[in-house]
T-cell receptor, first 116, second 112 residues
Framework: NAGVMQNPRHLVRRRGQEARLRCSPM?????VYWYRQLPEEGLKFMVY????????ESGMPKERFSAEFPKEGPSILRIQQVVRGDSAAYFC??????????????FGPGTRLLVL | DAKTTQPPSMDCAEGRAANLPCNHS???????VYWYRQIHSQGPQYIIH???NNETNEMASLIITEDRKSSTLILPHATLRDTAVYYC?????????????FGKGITLSVRP
């Protein structure tokens, strides 16, 4: 059973460009979470999505960041007009969401974004 | 979600048991205790979780005190590859509050 897949694993962008990060959840999982880890810092929650719905975006920066999880295809985290401060590791996690049974999130290997 | 407190670091000898403590004195009755680890800069790896009872799997054991205010993760035979940052997280399992709140964790160093 393949785990959570993320691509690209490494992404280099110049300031002002757009970054698109993709996440394919584990087979059968319909819930996706995005986390960001800035250099030398801990992981911070960004957004929680179900298919075609954003459930919790309390950790998303108000501007330039957006996320989607369409009915078909991977979840996409999109960063417009990137700045150097966006350089970080972005991790995606997925879960099966058996409510009341302890919902375990499984993480992907991450995408390392470097903004020049 | 309740806050957890972990020592910043600890070490143990290879082959010995590693006992990683976690305090969560404000935990609510419906909050689970989760443990994850992050090896170097890899993605966090799920280890184990529990609600009230002690749990064991192929990776580790989780001992939760009767009052649920603290827990201990036990790696029975630590290896060099267990060197990582270990995160103890408590979380309510409801749909809208499913996010994991990571603290600083405890850095475990396994020495040869």
């Amino acid at each position: 059973n393949a785990g959570v897949m993320q691509n690209p694993r490494h992404l280099v962008r110049r300031r002002g460009q757009e970054a698109r990060l993709r996440c394919s959840p584990m087979k059968g999982h319909s819930h996706v979470y995005w986390y960001r880890q800035l250099p030398e810092e801990g992981l911070k929650f960004m957004v929680y999505l179900q298919k075609e719905n954003i459930i919790d975006e309390s950790g998303m920066p108000k501007e330039r960041f957006s996320a989607e999880f369409p009915k078909e295809g991977p979840s996409i985290l999109r960063i417009q007009q990137v700045v150097r401060g966006d350089s970080a590791a972005y991790f995606c996690a997925s879960s099966l969401h058996l409510q009341g049974a302890g919902e375990t999130q499984y993480f992907g290997p991450g995408t390392r974004l470097l903004v020049l | 979600d309740a806050k957890t407190t972990q020592p910043p670091s600890m070490d143990c000898a290879e082959g010995r048991a590693a006992n990683l403590p976690c305090n969560h004195s404000t935990i609510s009755g419906n909050e689970y205790v989760y443990w994850y680890r992050q090896i170097h800069s890899q993605g966090p790896q799920y280890i184990i979780h529990g609600l009230k009872n002690n749990e064991t799997n192929e990776m580790a054991s989780l001992i939760i005190t009767e009052d649920r205010k603290s827990s201990t993760l036990i790696l029975p035979h630590a290896t060099l590859r267990d060197t990582a940052v270990y995160y103890c997280i408590v979380r309510v399992d409801t749909g809208a509050n499913s996010k994991l709140t990571f603290g600083k964790g405890i850095t475990l160093s396994v020495r040869p």
